[in-house]
């Protein structure tokens, strides 16, 4: 069985990378005809500079000249907030120092900490987040769809320790999978993390028992129901070095309670004709998450759409493979699959993992590797779903992917309408590849993390910390809305 795991694994990730490489020479060679976009930098730099993304005479995907067009439906208020945010988390020491702050003991302090919280507001929160409640949101999400954008809505939830906390979650999740009837078809897809609705110490345990399962055909799980190829060969099993006990009865029960959950979210969501995307995390719980994952697509997922849609994370040196073996697995039961393909998150925590235990790190050892598996399995997805039903996000903020993807969804004449591609970038970043995807005529969804100012602070801490530094991906952004300020200032006090 393991064999014929192994063969058929290779043969599957042969078929990718050579699909791969026959993507990026088709590109190359059609770029030097001058009518398609470039390859993919060789180096894997993110093109982050006004020079380097505009001089290209080729390139027709993006028209990051003409600020003009770029920043049409933006009013100049926002433009101005937006440069100024992002002008000053590019200053290092002063993000380096908020960060202190807010993880500080002063925190504690009532009266310190409403002032923190309040000039957070304000500032960050309103420009990386979508508001506190669905109805702020369903207002932001209104806005967007006026721009020519859709909204992914994410409440933002932090990592849940007991089946009281899961319940809440599902509550919120629930009453934002509602929000959306009254929304479409502006929302794109309503975001689930896992993390938020099943217990983390039981993603933990069944990821333990699906990894032992895998490597030890005898062994069986008795709780295991249908659902969809979670591991290749070369997946990481280091975390599970000896036979994991079974399921206790209560552990069984309160997977029960997490699958009623996923279930209960998806029916809701799909009640308003809008599909689920669930988030990736680290590889220590990402087997049950993918379990819970495929599980519910094969569920849900109706024969021309798919209504579930996993997460594959680039950076992982086993996600092309498991994402064939998923895809053909899927093909074999006639259902349709979609994914949502990022780089990946937790870089350092499971390099970090990975030494700690001797052992070689699942990540691509270089950046490079990582762009390739990125763009190789973007290829791989959009030549599966160019004639039959299926899903790709692309989630990502690079422009180098952003434009191969484009110039192959045309190649294959995957349009808007088809529901087939959806670009997608977190709100508040990259506007300029958001803006040039939708004037290139592309579906674009922006990733709508809401809840309270004091719920949302981890993810705003990460985008800071993400946005910090000149070199950083917000560069580009910055250049531009510069530029077009200027314009618009030179327009106005010229026609005054
Ligand atoms: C809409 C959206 C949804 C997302 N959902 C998820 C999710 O569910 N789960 C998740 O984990 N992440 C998620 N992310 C975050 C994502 O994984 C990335 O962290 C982030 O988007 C940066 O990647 P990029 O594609 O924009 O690429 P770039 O801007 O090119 O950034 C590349 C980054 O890749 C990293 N990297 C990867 N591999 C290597 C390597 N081998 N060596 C060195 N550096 C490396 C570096 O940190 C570098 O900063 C999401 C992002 C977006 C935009």
Not at 173 to 195: H, M, R
Request: hydrophobic fraction near 35%; aromatic fraction near 8%.
């Amino acid at each position: 069985m393991a064999m014929i795991n192994n063969n058929v694994s290779q043969k599957l990730l042969k078929t990718l990378v050579s699909m791969c490489h026959q993507a990026q020479r088709t590109t190359f060679n059609a770029a030097t005809t001058t009518t398609l976009p470039p390859a993919p930098q060789p180096s894997g730099a993110t093109t982050t500079t006004t020079e380097t993304a505009t001089n290209n005479e080729g390139d027709k995907i993006f028209e990051l000249e003409d600020t003009k067009s770029l920043f049409a439906t933006v009013p100049t208020t926002k433009l101005m907030h937006s440069a100024a945010i992002l002008s000053v988390t590019a200053v290092e020491p002063v993000v380096d120092f908020s960060l202190w702050v807010m993880t500080s003991r002063f925190m504690e302090a009532g009266l310190f900490k409403n002032v923190v919280m309040g000039t957070v507001k304000h500032t960050a929160y309103n420009h990386f987040v979508a508001g506190c409640d669905t109805v702020e949101t369903g207002q932001t999400v209104k806005r967007l769809w006026e721009s020519g954008l859709r909204g992914m809505l994410d409440y933002g939830l932090e990592h849940a320790n007991d089946n009281e906390s899961c319940d809440k979650a599902t509550q919120q999740l629930i009453k934002t999978a509602e929000s959306t009837q009254s929304l479409t078809p502006s929302v794109s897809f309503v975001v689930v993390k896992v993390t938020a609705i099943c217990p983390v110490y039981l993603l933990r345990r069944v990821s333990d028992l699906l990894r032992w399962e895998y490597k030890n055909s005898s062994f069986k799980l008795p709780w295991k129901q249908q659902t969809l190829p979670i591991f290749s060969e070369n997946s990481p099993f280091y975390h599970t070095l000896h036979q994991p006990a079974p399921l206790t009865a209560e552990e069984e029960h309160d997977l029960e309670l997490a699958h009623k959950r996923l279930q209960t979210i998806c029916e809701k969501s799909l009640e308003g004709n809008v599909p689920v995307v669930i988030d990736a995390e680290d590889t220590s719980i990402q087997p049950a998450i993918d379990y819970m994952t495929y599980w519910a697509s094969v569920k849900y997922n109706e024969a021309e759409r798919p209504m579930v849609y996993g997460t594959i994370q680039a950076y992982l040196k086993d996600a092309g493979e498991r994402m064939c073996l998923t895809k053909k697995a899927a093909d074999k039961m006639g259902l349709p699959v979609g994914f949502k393909l990022v780089r990946g998150a937790y870089m350092s925590s499971e390099r970090k993992l990975a030494c700690s235990l001797g052992v070689e790190s699942p990540i691509h050892t270089t950046i490079n590797d990582t762009h390739d598996c990125f763009n190789g399995c973007a290829t791989f997805m959009l030549d599966e779903v160019s004639n039959c039903p299926g899903g790709l996000i692309l989630a990502t903020h690079n422009l180098d992917s952003g434009k191969l993807v484009a110039q192959k969804a045309r190649e294959y004449g995957i349009t808007k309408d088809c529901n087939k591609l959806e670009f997608a970038t977190l709100y508040g970043m990259a506007e300029t590849m958001t803006f040039g995807l939708r004037n290139a005529g592309f579906s674009v969804s922006k990733y709508l993390p809401f809840g309270p100012v004091d719920q949302i602070m981890p993810y705003l801490l990460r985008r800071a910390e993400e946005n910090k530094g000149l070199l950083s991906s917000s560069n580009l952004d910055r250049q531009l809305m510069m530029k077009e300020l200027k314009r618009r200032t030179k327009a106005y006090f010229g026609k005054a």
